[in-house]
Structure formats: C-alpha cells, structure tokens
C-alpha cells in the first residue's frame, strides 16, 4: 500500500506520519454509534491505527453483517468506499475492478447498497477499452456526457480528530490528505529554509 493521511473531520489539521515528523501527536479515529476511539501515538502512514487498518474499520461500520474472504479483499472495499465514486449512464453503473472484482464479496455489498437491477460494468483503466461498448473508454464516455460520475454517501465515513472526547456526529467526513501525510498538523508549521 502506498502512504496515505487524512485531515481532521474538526479542524482540518493533516495527520502527518513518523517518517515525517519527529513530534507525534496522538491522533483518533473516532467511532459511530458511542464506540471508543481508536488511538494512535506514532501514525506511520500505513492506514494502521491502534493496529486495526482503518479501510477495514470503514467496511465494518458501514456493513457489520458482510463477511469477506479475506482482509485485503476488505481493504479494496473500504479503499472504494473511502473515495465513494461511481460511474453510470442511464443502463449501467461502471466499477473499478481492482478494487471491487467481479463475483467478490465486495460486489455483491455493492450491488446491495445500490439497490437496483442496473447491471455492473468492471473497468480496469478508465483509458482501456470497454469491450462491450464498441472500444470506447470509460474517458470518452464521461467527456462526451453519457456518464456521470456520481457521489455514493456511506453512512459512516471515517472521522479523525486530535481531541478524544469529540463525538461522531460532531465532526465532519475526514477528507484525504493530498500530501499523503508528508505534511505539519497545522499549515503555520511549516519551516521554511533557504
């Protein structure tokens, strides 16, 4: 897995990783539903807090029910999830297969959350050709209007915060850190040399 961060659901403060800063703050992954918090005091930019990967705690909050095969078939899941997008036109949603495969577990808690009969079309890159659309790509099909790109909302997006008392419902959806964690909590961190 890459690094990846997030920033704060409270103040928007970056998540930086250990490899980054030499000050590590504890930081929580705040849980629905009157769960505890999850701790973290050295985040290494690996999706780990308190030894618990935080794409599988987004599966499980959202789909607690929903038993996958294996745990790197539940990271792709959440990796989806985390990012929320689907493709579709008017007949048929588009996927990226690599994260949720055809016949996985992941697709049919997919094809549930949807909840309609459109058929699913995995995608491997969105410049590949679609075989059953006569070659066009994924890309041709979003310029040319005839899909959209569309927002799913899971009902419990991952939430940060550096305060251990802050409740779920008051904080908003921790966005991803474009930095990937290479970055200060707060902006007026920043050292600048020459």
């Not at 970056?14 to 973290?40: C, D, M, N, R, W």
């Not at 996927?95 to 699913?120: E, H, N, W």
Request: charged letters at 20%; a negative charge.
């Amino acid at each position: 897995m890459t690094m990846i961060s997030w920033r704060t659901g409270d103040f928007d403060e970056g998540i930086p990783h250990s490899e980054f800063s030499v000050i590590q703050e504890t930081v929580y992954l705040v849980q629905p539903e009157g769960k505890k918090p999850i701790a973290e005091t050295n985040y290494r930019g690996d999706a780990t807090f308190g030894g618990q990967n935080a794409f599988e705690i987004l599966v499980s909050n959202n789909f607690p029910d929903v038993e996958f095969s294996c745990r790197s078939e539940k990271q792709r899941f959440g990796m989806y999830l985390q990012h929320a997008t689907i493709y579709e036109d008017d007949c048929r949603y588009f996927v990226d297969c690599d994260l949720v495969p055809q016949g996985s577990v992941a697709m049919q808690t997919l094809r549930g959350f949807l909840g309609d009969d459109k058929p699913i079309v995995s995608y491997k890159s969105r410049m590949a050709a679609l075989p059953d659309l006569g070659g066009l790509t994924l890309n041709t099909l979003v310029g040319s209007g005839t899909v959209e790109m569309r927002t799913l909302k899971v009902f419990f997006p991952l939430k940060f915060s550096y305060n251990p008392r802050v409740k779920y419902h008051q904080l908003g959806p921790s966005r991803i850190c474009s930095y990937q964690g290479y970055c200060p909590r707060r902006a007026h961190d920043l050292v600048v040399g020459l």
